[in-house]
């Protein structure tokens, strides 16, 4: 499966291999996609940390080279050497440092940009997860300019990345050439009357909101979020955006649980992607 495939083409042998360790038979998309939001998406208001590792029965080093195939597992690299836009999607403290890392290293090896854009929101931190990165961002390899401010008290995505950012050392070309700008996406409202943090089609969408017109952009996401990132992004912005995304491997901690998950939500976004372009027809 490459980034950014259709419905057509989505559904590679690949796929229907590791589908059929999991009893899946079908070659038909929309029967797919049931299955997968049946047996691999997590239950809802589920964190990733508290999904469980799939039954030890499965052959896992076989669900794991499949995977891998699938582009799931390796690093994906940018295709182009200049982009208009450099998007870093919304997450934990820890996983946005990391992206940010990443980008700067692009940069440092020669990708050229005019603007790094954080697709942040209002979503409250998790402190015991979140606080911890910015007392010591360079243990993500982001050289820091001072020790944090002791008053500084963060409490949402917004807020801390903002604050990551401010430590960062960044470049002096960086600096002189790179705009860096923040979404600030809002919480959305279930039916119930809670508040559920934003997604990246709706940082992507703000995003798009304020800029003035289609560009290039790189999306900055890390395995096994790159397809789902990029399927959103492709669902999200108009036709005159050239998309492209990249971005860190799997660590080896990362649950098969999690890139199944996550590659469930590829699938689910390309169906909506194609009921979009059916609408529009």
């Not at 691999?40 to 208001?45: A, D, K, V």
């Not at 994906?76 to 450099?86: A, F, H, N």
């Not at 917004?158 to 401010?166: C, D, G």
């Not at 290039?216 to 395995?223: A, F, G, K």
């Amino acid at each position: 499966m490459q980034i950014g495939k259709t419905r057509e083409t989505i559904v590679s042998k690949e796929l229907i291999k590791l589908l059929s360790i999991f009893g899946c038979e079908s070659k038909d998309f929309d029967e797919i996609v049931d299955f997968t939001q049946k047996h691999w998406l997590r239950l809802e208001n589920q964190e990733r940390w508290d999904m469980n590792e799939i039954a030890a029965k499965y052959s896992t080093n076989e669900i794991l080279k499949l995977l891998k195939e699938i582009r799931m597992v390796d690093e994906i690299r940018p295709q182009d050497k200049e982009y208009d836009s450099v998007l870093i999607l919304g997450a934990l403290a820890p996983r946005m440092a990391m992206r940010l890392s990443y980008a700067l290293k692009l940069w440092e090896k020669g990708l050229r940009f005019k603007n790094l854009v954080f697709l942040a929101g209002q979503r409250p931190l998790i402190a015991e997860r979140e606080l911890e990165v910015l007392k010591d961002p360079s243990q993500f390899d982001l050289n820091i300019n001072d020790e944090p401010p002791s008053d500084l008290a963060p409490k949402t995505e917004f807020e801390i990345i903002k604050a990551i950012v401010k430590r960062v050392k960044l470049p002096e070309d960086f600096k002189e050439k790179v705009t860096i700008k923040f979404i600030n996406a809002a919480m959305r409202e279930n039916k119930d009357g809670s508040l559920k943090r934003p997604t990246n089609m709706e940082t992507l969408k703000e995003w798009a909101e304020q800029n003035t017109k289609p560009c290039s952009c790189l999306l900055v996401s890390n395995q096994p979020f790159i397809l789902a990132a990029h399927q959103a992004a492709l669902l999200a912005l108009d036709k005159g955006y050239k998309i492209d995304s990249c971005g860190k491997s799997c660590s080896d901690s990362t649950k098969i649980s999690v890139q199944l998950d996550s590659l469930a939500r590829t699938l689910y976004t390309e169906k909506l992607r194609h009921k979009k372009k059916q609408d529009c027809a």
